[in-house]
T-cell receptor
């Protein structure tokens, strides 16, 4: 699976937007971009995923660069509950090893009140 | 609520004990997974079940024994564990029949296991 690169940590103020970047310069044409987050002492939580077009859901938005070599997870208004480690991972749409999520170190997001 | 429920949330067991972790998913998925997560290692996939059949065993020691009686329930039977098996054990589920969508995996909150 292609690798991703994320900043180790980021800080945000409550109720402000947060843009979490992810670089994946070796992404292949069949790789989907997935984001998960993990709050302290809890299991990972699916956030959003996309292939080529920008995606929105109730939790966040995903902006994907035109060349797909980078993406940005956007939290429109950060809350204290959004403080977590955010993982950007690539998952092959063709024959990838089922369930084999390779989490890197992710970005630890801190939210200040 | 993630739709995947794990019990117990915390378990302390001796090395000679036999215990089981239970997982139930209410999402209508047909694939279920066990993962291990510890401070020393990132997320490790242990077992995969599709339509109740085990399709993946990532070289997991036999002291961990999974059981999947139906598509909604998954167990992990534990016996003669070692202290290094102490970790967070995560159950997850997904659909398994849609190209590109099967890897949207939904996790439970995990079971914290301590082996003493």
């Amino acid at each position: 699976d292609a690798k991703t690169t994320q900043p180790n940590s980021m800080e945000s103020n409550e109720e402000e937007p947060v843009h979490l970047p992810c670089n994946h310069s070796t992404i292949s044409g069949t790789d989907y971009i997935h984001w998960y987050r993990q709050l302290p002492s809890q299991g990972p939580e699916y956030v959003i995923h996309g292939l080529t077009s920008n995606v929105n859901n109730r939790m966040a938005s995903l902006a994907i660069a035109e060349d797909r070599k980078s993406s940005t997870l956007i939290l429109h208004r950060a809350t204290l509950r959004d403080a977590a480690v955010y993982y950007c991972i690539l998952i092959s749409g063709y024959g990838g090893s089922q369930g084999n999520l390779i989490f890197g170190k992710g970005t630890k997001l801190s939210v200040k009140p | 609520e993630t739709g995947v429920t794990q019990t117990p949330r915390h378990l302390v067991m001796g090395m000679t004990n036999k215990k089981s972790l239970k997982c139930e998913q209410h999402l209508g998925h047909n694939a279920m997974y066990w993962y291990k997560q510890s401070a020393k290692k990132p997320l490790e996939l242990m077992f995969v079940y599709n339509f109740k059949e085990q399709t993946e065993n990532n070289s997991v020691p036999s002291r961990f024994s999974p059981e999947c009686p139906n598509s909604s329930h998954l167990f992990l039977h534990l016996h003669t564990l070692q202290p290094e098996d102490s970790a967070l054990y995560l159950c997850a589920s997904s659909r398994a029949d849609l190209r590109g969508d099967w890897n949207t995996i939904y996790f439970g909150e995990g079971s914290w296991l301590t082996v003493v």
